[in-house]
Every structure is written in C-alpha cells, then in structure tokens.
C-alpha cells in the first residue's frame, strides 16, 4: 500500500508508527515517551473516521506504515472572509493599507458581486481549504444591504454541497449603524433563518454602548451567538473591547461571543496593577521626573484612597504631586468622528513641515491659528491640501488623497495640535490612522493616540490671494539664494529684517541696509524674464519658504513691486508660496 496516498478503510484501519505532538494527546500514553522535539512514536486505530484507540508505536497490527510521517488533527478555521477571496487579479490594494483594501473590497463588491460571482470564488476557496485537510471554517459575510439577500443563500447552498466534508459556519459583517433601525432587524432575522451568527464592527463614538445594547438585544431575542471585529487599529487607547464585555453583562447575554482582531491589545503598555484605578496630575511636571530619571529605572505610582497626592517612586527617588478629581478631567468629544482613513507618515510630515512656518501667531484672527487641511480637486485628480497664512504669506502643499479621506470636511488644526503632531510622527514608518469630524480630529500613530478640538471658525478664501497671471520669472539656485540671503540679512538689525532683490537680465542682487550696521549686497547668477525689478522682503520669511523647498532650483514669479510673488519648486508643483512684499 502506498505509504504517501492511501485510501483507508471507512469501518477500522490502525496507521503504525506516527509522530504526534504530544501537546495534543490527554494524558499519558504507557510505553510511549516524547523525544526532545516532543513527539511521540504511536500507533493509531481508527473507526468510522474517528481515532477509537491510542497506543506505543508496535503495539497495534499496522494496517499502513507511516513511518514517523506527523499526524495532526484536521485545521479548523475560525476567522475567515470567503466572500472576499480572489478578487486580488482584477482588484488589487493599491498601497497595501487598510483603507485601501476597505475602499477597493466596497468597489469590487458593488461592480461584480452577483450571486454566480460569489459562488464561484467561495467555492474555490473551500476546495482549497479541503485539499489542505481543513474541516471547519467560519467565515464573516459582507451583509451591508442589498449585498445579504445575494451572498447568505448562496452560502446556504454551499454550506450543503459540503456537508460532511467542510462544516461551515457564516457570521453577518455590518457596521454598529446597519443595526440601529429596520434594517438591523431585518438583517438579524435573515441570520437565524439560515442558522447563522449575529456579527458587529462596532463604532467608536458616543452612540457605541446604545449601539452595543440594540445589538445585543437583536441576539437575545432570536437567540442567536455573537462574533465581532474589535479594536482593529494599533491604538493602544482603543477600549471596544471593554465596552462589548460590560454590554454582554448589563444585557444578562447567556451565549457565546468570539471576538477577532484585538489588535490594540498588542501595544498597550506593559504595567503591573496593583489596584486599579484614574488619576490627574501635572503633565509637564509628570514628564520632567520621568525624564530625568536614570536608564531603565522603575517607576511606582501610589494614590491612597481619599488622598489628594500622587507618590512616584523610582529607586531612591520620591516625588509628592499634586492631584485633581477625576471627574473634573475636561472630556474631549462629543461628536462621532465620521471619517476615518490612514495616510503615509511621509506625507503628513510634508503636510506639516510645508505649511507650519506660515501659520499665524495673532490670537485676534483665531481661524489663521492653525493648518487648513481639505480635500481639493476634482474626480481622480483630487489631492488632500494643506494651507497656512499670516497674512504676509502664504504655504500651500498638497499630498495624494488617501482612500477613505473624501469625504473629510474642511478642518483647521490648532498651532499647537501640528507641534505635537509632528513630535508623533517623527521616525514613524507604519501607516498614521486619521479620524475627522467637523469638531475633533484624532490621530493614531504607534502606541499613541492625539485628540484635539479643531479650531472653530471658517478659513479665508486663500485662492483669491494667489496670483495667476505673475510675467516677471526668476529662476535662483536654491542653495545660493538662502546663504547670501543670510548673509545679507546680517546688516539688517530692524524687527522686519527688510532685504532688497532686484532683478535684471542674468542677475539677482540681494541687498540690505542698515543706518547704524552699515550696507551690504551679493551678487546671484539667475535666468530672468522680464522688465528690471527692485522689490523688497522680510529676510527671515524669506528664508523660512526657502528651507522647505528641496529642489535644485525656485522659481520666483513677479508682478511689480507692490503685488504677491508666487515662489515655486519647479521639482515639486505640489508646493506653491505667497509672499507680501514690503517697501525697503
């Protein structure tokens, strides 16, 4: 009998001389000892498909010689998307993130999705599951209407065409608002009419407990077990997991609840809980201590009960802080942040580092305190803008849209939130989880999570201010330009730092002049378009636009002496800047 396929005897045949782990043997088998791989040398009766004895290898009468080849029990698949499966060669992730396969699955899904599609790729999927020993799946089924009515009898089906071969169980995959009215319902009959399991993808917000209880109380009614996606972000501030627990136990639920994903959990950090509980105290004083602190020291933190100080040991270290209530802890949020989508840490970091420097500093206009993100463009040429102004210049940069980002509302992000922002993100390679509303914008990156309001007001209409129509061009070495800018800018002790650059063919002269510090100019080789020109600036925004621009070149454009230059980099037509001349 060939050892390698075999076809055995449905009523008793006895394999002889397999290894099998021990981990997946109960109890101890006599005579049989597992070697340092921790195998174990058996022999094994089966009947009518079942193992119906175990025993030392030799001990039984082999009816086929394995000859220590490894018997494992059939692959059982607890987490699966069959419905998904096999639509990479006319559907591929573009990028690899997560919001573009959420994106690139919701198109495919409504061009091509008919039941003769769904079949044949689930099937597909099963026979190569089967051909690999799997005897169980469980797979999550996209169940946003109208996609239910087409993929559950299509799995019903299958679910028969493979009985006794694959056991099959489905869970319907709807958001925390397919559940909230008739749908919900509906979709909550469709499962227990073809013995399904009741499934979430919870959203985080201040609807998700009264989101938690319907669906509970959709599963207690039809009796049906429970399966989610929980936490599915590196967030390690992610909490659903915490609020599903305490659902099933406020709503009395009696049956089983699995839960996939978690992966917040994973980067939490790892911390010793003597008695649980919450506390404020000083940030930057918090900061400070931990900071300075020797390498590796631990940290202990103890509030007595009723105390209102914190003690932080570290070694022979002790610090008393101060502390306020809990409850006095101003809560950010209120509204559900309605956009969620991931963008590449190098095009925030450009997004930022672009823009930041124009950003105003004036708290009496409040609404140019921050960076102007918003989706601009149009159809697949739309792009996520980045805009800052003072009202003497202006930075715009503008990075590819991220799938999931169009619908993002026009936001401001505070001064502040776009330091911090950039600390965050520094060094970061993972992809940074973006979530938006109108009111509140928070980021995800690594273990960290950033929540800040965003700044209520509107931004100016910055179009308006950016010239079209400039015919005086300049083309500077960038390099050149800022140093002798510098250097120039020596002389000049005034607050507004005022150079003048005047223009004429083949040459820039940069000159500065100061009453009490004396004069000084340099001399530029440049291509020029144009009539002379002489027009002046403040030294240091001119050199705060200059630092940012990467390319070879900058590309000056010009209309007179009164009128906002555009600066461009001719290697990057993303990155566009206005500057207001002053009168030198």
């Known amino acids: 009998m060939d050892p390698i396929f ?3 005897p449905f009523e008793r045949c006895v394999l002889g001389r397999v290894s099998v782990p021990a981990c997946l043997v109960e109890g101890a088998i006599e005579g049989a000892t597992a070697d340092r791989d921790g195998l174990l040398l058996l022999d094994l009766e089966l009947r009518e498909g079942r193992v119906a004895q175990i025993a030392p290898a030799g001990s039984l009468q082999p009816g086929l010689d394995l000859t220590r080849r490894m018997v494992w029990p059939c692959p059982v698949d607890i987490h699966t998307h069959l419905d998904k499966g096999h639509i990479w060669p006319r559907a591929a992730n573009p990028d690899g993130t997560f919001g573009s396969a959420l994106e690139t699955v919701r198109a495919d899904r409504e061009r091509h999705w008919g039941a003769p599609d769904v079949r044949a790729r689930m099937a597909f999927g099963l026979r190569c599951a089967f051909a690999q020993g799997t005897c169980a799946i469980r797979t999550h089924l996209d169940s946003i209407p109208p996609q239910a009515e087409i993929t559950w009898p299509v799995f019903a089906e299958l679910r028969a065409e493979w009985a006794g071969r694959v056991a099959l169980q489905a869970v319907s995959l709807a958001m925390s608002e397919h559940y909230r009215g008739p749908e919900g319902r509906d979709l909550a009959d469709l499962v227990a009419a073809h013995g399904g399991i009741l499934g979430l993808v919870p959203l985080v917000g201040p609807e998700l407990d009264a989101d938690l209880d319907r669906f509970f109380a959709l599963a207690i009614e039809r009796g049906l077990e429970i399966d989610c ?5 590196l967030d390690p501030g992610a909490r659903t997991l915490d609020h599903l627990a305490r659902a099933a136990l406020r709503n009395g639920y009696r049956g089983r609840i699995l ?3 978690c992966c917040s959990l994973s980067t939490r950090e790892p911390a010793e809980v003597a008695r649980r509980g919450a506390t404020t105290v000083p940030a930057h004083t918090l900061f400070d201590i931990v900071r300075k602190l020797p390498e590796g020291a631990t940290v202990t933190l103890e509030q007595q009960p009723g105390s209102s100080e914190l003690e932080l040991r570290a070694g022979r270290s002790r610090f ?14 209120g509204d559900e942040l309605e956009v969620r989508f991931e963008i590449a840490p190098t095009d925030l970091v450009k997004l930022i580092d672009k823009a930041r420097f124009a950003i ?3 708290e009496t206009r409040y609404y140019l305190n921050g960076i102007h993100f918003h989706v601009a463009g149009k159809g697949a040429a739309r792009t996520l803008r980045g805009v800052a102004t003072d009202g003497h210049r202006l930075a715009r940069i503008e990075v590819a849209l991220p799938p999931g980002a169009e619908r993002m509302p026009p936001v401001i992000v505070p001064r502040k939130t776009v330091a911090e922002l950039r600390k965050l993100v520094e060094g970061e390679e993972a992809p940074v989880g973006v979530a938006v509303s109108a009111a509140r914008i928070e980021i995800a990156c690594g273990r960290a999570r950033l929540l800040s309001r965003l700044i209520d007001g509107t931004f100016p209409d910055y179009e308006r201010v950016i010239p079209t129509a400039n015919e005086r061009v300049a083309l500077v070495p960038t390099k050149a330009f800022a140093e002798a800018v510098d250097r120039v800018a020596t002389i000049s002790m005034e607050k507004a730092r005022p150079i003048k650059l005047a223009f004429e063919s083949g040459r820039v002269t940069v000159s500065a002049v100061s009453p009490e510090q004396g004069r000084a100019e340099e001399e530029l080789d440049c291509v020029w378009q144009g009539e002379p020109l002489e027009i002046g600036f403040n030294a240091r925004y001119v050199l705060d636009m200059v630092t940012q621009i990467e390319g070879p070149e900058l590309r000056i ?5 009164a009128a906002p230059t555009v600066v461009k980099d001719p290697a990057d037509p993303a990155l566009l800047f206005v500057l207001m001349p002053m009168r030198v």
């Open 259 to 261: 839960v996939g994903h």
């Open 360 to 362: 105003s500093t004036e």
């Open 557 to 561: 454009e010009m209309a007179n002496a």
């Open 6 to 8: 075999a076809e055995l």
């Open 320 to 333: 008393v802080l101060p502390t306020l209530p809990v409850d006095d802890f101003p809560a950010v949020g």
């Open 229 to 233: 996606h929980v936490d599915e972000s």
